[in-house]
């Protein structure tokens, strides 16, 4: 089980929390939404939660739910820059189709 970053979203993440000394990594997730059934968080993690599944890399800590972690097990996360538009851009191996905007995807009702 792991869930893998490019440089430079690892570069992008540790740039967030630099301004957060509070934070203790970054929280990895999924969430019901869009036309395809989930879309990902990803968010700034304070605490390290009983269920959580941490993995680390380069000294950045990744925190998944337990839960969503078939979902997302064996994701890799990269940050893109295209023109003024900047974000996280995901590989998932389990999601079976994603929506046409990106946002969204879904997985295998057998996963």
Same mark, same amino acid.
């Given at each position: 089980?792991a869930?893998?970053?490019? &440089? =430079? *979203?690892? +570069?992008r993440?540790?740039?967030?929390?630099?301004? #957060?000394? &509070? =934070?203790? !990594?970054?929280? /990895? @997730?999924?969430?019901?939404? !869009? $036309? &395809? !059934?989930? @879309?990902?968080?990803?968010?700034?993690? %304070?605490?390290? *939660?009983? %269920?959580? +599944?941490?993995f #680390?890399q380069?000294g950045?800590?990744?925190?998944?739910?337990?839960? *969503?972690?078939?979902?997302?097990d @064996?994701? #890799?996360?990269?940050? +893109?820059? +295209?023109?003024l %538009?900047?974000? /996280?851009?995901?590989r998932?191996p389990n999601?079976?189709?994603?929506?046409? $905007? !990106?946002?969204?995807?879904?997985?295998? =009702? *057998? @996963?």
């Amino acid at each position: 089980m792991a869930i893998q970053l490019t &440089s =430079a *979203a690892r +570069q992008r993440m540790q740039d967030f929390l630099a301004r #957060e000394p &509070s =934070a203790v !990594g970054v929280r /990895f @997730g999924i969430k019901r939404t !869009g $036309c &395809s !059934g989930f @879309g990902y968080t990803v968010d700034i993690a %304070n605490v390290v *939660a009983e %269920n959580d +599944q941490v993995f #680390e890399q380069d000294g950045l800590q990744i925190l998944v739910d337990r839960k *969503a972690l078939p979902f997302v097990d @064996g994701t #890799e996360i990269d940050f +893109q820059r +295209q023109g003024l %538009n900047a974000s /996280f851009v995901f590989r998932n191996p389990n999601a079976t189709g994603e929506c046409g $905007c !990106g946002e969204s995807f879904t997985v295998d =009702a *057998a @996963g």
